[in-house]
């Protein structure tokens, strides 16, 4: 794996998201890079802070913001291990994101469901992006919360 691929990013979005699971939240992991250094970097946290809208996207993007000091992200790139449901792709719209990379699709929840729009349209979009490794890791975890 090539240092400061896309795919080394999203390995490092997938450590985060291992995280969440160790913390009994929903396995998400999120990082936030721009010229190829991580400056932001979350899990989901729900459960933790008491808190709906702690998805790994937001926090994520709330400290790419305030480690930049600007509320627009144009240069940076959102990686994400599962497709952003509606309230984190609106936030990724606002934050005007460069590139948005997410791993597993969310067929209930996430954005595509219902409209692609909701990216920014200067946002480039990447999606399956180790798909199958954030989708083992969810399906271990809500298999693990059933038994």
Known sequence: ????????????????????????????????????????????????LTDVTAHAEIL???????ALGSKYLPECKLYVTLEPCIMCAGASYWAQLGELHYGASDPRRGFSKTDISIIHPKTKLHSGLLQEESKNLLQTFFKNLRN
């Open 1 to 48: 794996m090539e240092l400061f691929s896309d795919e080394y990013w999203m390995n490092e979005a997938l450590k985060q998201a291992k995280i969440a699971a160790e913390e009994g939240e929903i396995p998400v992991g999120a990082v936030i890079v721009v010229k190829n250094r991580i400056i932001a970097k979350a899990y989901n946290q729900t459960e933790k």
């Open 60 to 66: 994520a993007i709330t400290a790419a913001a305030n």
